[in-house]
């Protein structure tokens, strides 16, 4: 994979991420590891896209967000390729 399609992945994936974060509360309970935004942020800001979703995914926990927040993770694990974190939260979706 040539740098320019490694960067075009990490820009979707952002985007997913981003999306998901903002259907956080504007000051989320931290998660149940320990999770933050600004871990979150932190994760993003160095293309560490995996580590990225498991801030939120831990955030996603504690805070209840809609259905659209693992919606928004199902498409960033899709991006990177993880089917069976995206299937994970495909199941967070149908249990509601």
């Known amino acids: 994979m040539d740098r320019t399609e490694l960067e075009r992945i990490w820009a979707t ?3 997913h991420l981003n999306a998901a974060r903002a259907q956080l509360p504007d000051v989320p309970a931290l998660g149940l590891d320990g999770a933050t935004v600004s871990g979150f942020d932190e994760c993003l800001r160095h293309n560490e896209m995996e580590l ?4 939120l995914e831990d955030l996603g926990l504690t805070n209840a967000p809609p259905p659209d927040f693992w919606r928004h993770l199902i498409s960033a694990a899709e991006s990177m390729e993880l089917s069976e974190r995206a299937a994970d939260f ?3 979706v149908e249990d509601g």
């Open 52 to 55: 990225a979703l498991d801030e």
């Open 13 to 15: 994936t952002a985007k």
């Open 90 to 92: 495909k199941r967070k």
